[in-house]
């Protein structure tokens, strides 16, 4: 595929399990970025790769969220001990470059609902 | 840091009307500024960037923004509204010499177009 892909769409969870979120970016792309999005709020930053590295990470609530981008492509956003304020679209991005001037692609999202 | 506010959190427009959807933020430089478009069930799409230069910046899908030092906006047009345009519209800004993890997106204006 051509643009950023993100699975699964939609992830119903009952609080207190553990969730995986997956984001394919695209081919190419060093720059990797997660985002939380609430319902009638603007994206809010959680973390970025630079390749296999987690170069900011400050987003990130606490230490139930993790994520990982083991070979520098596909990445997975990992909640631990869900709780419904988790509830959220979970927006995946991509940079060829992790610099303004490099166009950022997101995907469409996963919703994510604790119950 | 950087901020932005979208004071509109919902317009309504008819078809072929002109649209102006209000951005205003606070930094204590020249930011870099941008506007993305989100359509249901679709990713943010990015309509247009101001870095620098020519403050009238033409954009995808016949969108225009305007950057105003003086009163610290980006207010982003359109001369005619199409039905296409319903969406939520999420205005941006970052800090020069910084990555995508430095911009802070405002709250979004929701467009909708009657027919």
């Known amino acids: 595929g051509a643009g950023v892909s993100q699975t699964p769409s939609n992830k119903v969870t009952e609080k207190g399990k553990y969730v995986e979120l997956r984001c394919d970016p695209i081919?190419?792309?060093?720059?990797l970025y997660w985002y939380r999005q609430s319902l009638g709020q603007g994206p809010e930053f959680l973390i970025y790769?630079?390749?296999?590295?987690?170069?900011?990470d400050s987003g990130l609530p606490n230490d139930r969220f993790f994520a990982v981008r083991p070979e520098g492509s596909v990445s997975t956003l990992k909640i631990q001990r869900t709780e419904r304020g988790d509830s959220a679209v979970y927006l995946c991005?991509?940079?060829?470059?992790?610099?303004?001037?490099?166009?950022?692609?997101f995907g469409n999202g996963t919703r994510l609902t604790v119950t | 840091a950087q901020s932005v506010t979208q004071p509109d959190i919902h317009i309504t427009v008819s078809e072929g009307a002109s649209l102006e959807l209000r951005c205003n933020y606070s930094y204590g430089a020249t930011p870099y500024l941008f506007w993305y478009v989100q359509s249901p069930g679709q990713g943010l799409q990015l309509l247009l960037k101001?870095?620098?230069?020519?403050?009238l910046v033409q954009g995808i899908k016949g969108f225009e923004a305007e950057f105003k030092r003086s009163q610290s906006s980006f207010n982003l047009r359109k001369p005619s509204v199409h039905w296409s345009d319903a969406a939520e519209y999420f205005c941006?800004?970052?800090?020069?010499?910084?990555?995508?993890?430095?911009?802070?997106f405002g709250p979004g204006t929701s467009l909708s177009v009657i027919p």
């Open positions: 790769f630079q390749g296999t590295g987690a170069a900011d």
């Open positions: 081919s190419g792309h060093t720059a």
């Open positions: 101001y870095f620098s230069g020519d403050t």
């Open positions: 941006a800004v970052g800090a020069p010499g910084t990555s995508y993890d430095k911009v802070i």
């Open positions: 991005a991509s940079s060829l470059m992790a610099v303004p001037s490099s166009p950022l692609h």
